[in-house]
């Protein structure tokens, strides 16, 4: 098992594993969007309240889900960055940030736009749309602060740091409509007591979180690949690899 | 585990740990203002400020909604459940807006204990189905589940 721990911190394995994962993730991604895009927005009746509107949640939940759930995934790379000065934690930490800040921002703006017919508003300033708004704060934080430093190895420390900081966000914007009074409604799905969701309604919307989960996954390990091929530019199997093609 | 790293971790996790009891305290020292807004029964109690721009939240009781024949002045009472507080309210409201649901509005308190609203927002609970399901569950028209 530590074996396989060791081969990810080697580029050239890792590059090439992350192609192999990518050839069947990134159609099961397409295939995933498609179907719950298609089931979501044609095939779901009306909510019997908010009519056609509330299908922006199609997008808005996963969206908002994944965004959370990424940031755990940037903090404990940035943690193991801090810990063992692995690069290859270094990198998926980089990867990582503009995924999860434009998830954020899919989930503040498409918000927004559900907002204003239903509530009335596009923006209030309550505990759930202000502690998104950090999140999103946060991770343009981390970017900008590793970018700020011309050395990489204090500019990951430093952006580490800022992420680890942040998790403390995570938790409040997931209570925060619990603990505080709040104009965004109450989860409908939560952990232990089911969805508030009509069943007919709830599946798509699960089948785009698993889309939004894997869309994550091919994006980040893009990313990554990409930015393996600008650091080691001058390594042999860089090189080898421009040759086969 | 090697000293260093063992070090590192143990940093890492104080980092942790502190930044979150910072922010802790800070949302202790602040439980008040990170709320929207006062339930009537707060403002019953004399919590929310009398002449201030506040909010006030509840769910419009059944029944209580007046219009006024020739402007577009609106009077209803909403209610926690505890105690209710009347609201008058000129302008256009919400689609959302129906006797039964909730609502959150800002503007300020009377001294006769009235609430004159400014702006009027719906708040949507966590329930979503379809009209067909609703009718069987003859929730079309009002919901008794959260505010």
Redesign the interface.
Known sequence: MWTFFHKLGSPPWFYSIAGRILQWLLPLTLLLLATGCIWGLLFTAPDFRQGNSYRIMYVHVPAAVVALAGYYVMAIAGAICLIWKMKMAEIAMRATAPVGAFLTLTALVTGAIWGKPTWGTWWVWDARTTSMLILFFLYIGVIALYEAYEDKSIASRAAGILGLVGTVNIPIIYKSVDWWYSLHQPASITFTGGSAIESSMLYPLLLMITAFYSLFASCVLCNMRVSLIKREWRASWVRALVKED | MHPI?RQ??G??LF??LF??LA?GLV?YAM?GN??????PSEVEAGIAPIGKPIRV?GMVEEESFRRNIDSLLVRFVITDFQSSLEVLYEGI?????GEGQGV?ALGVLDSNGRFIAS?????????????????SLK??DKTSI?Y
């Open positions: 790293r590192r971790l940093v890492v980092v942790v930044s979150s922010v949302m439980r990170i709320n929207l807004f006062y339930p939240g409201l919400p689609d959302l807006f959150v702006e009027v927002l719906a708040k949507h609970d966590e329930n979503y189905m379809p009209p067909e399901v609703a009718d929730l079309s959260g």
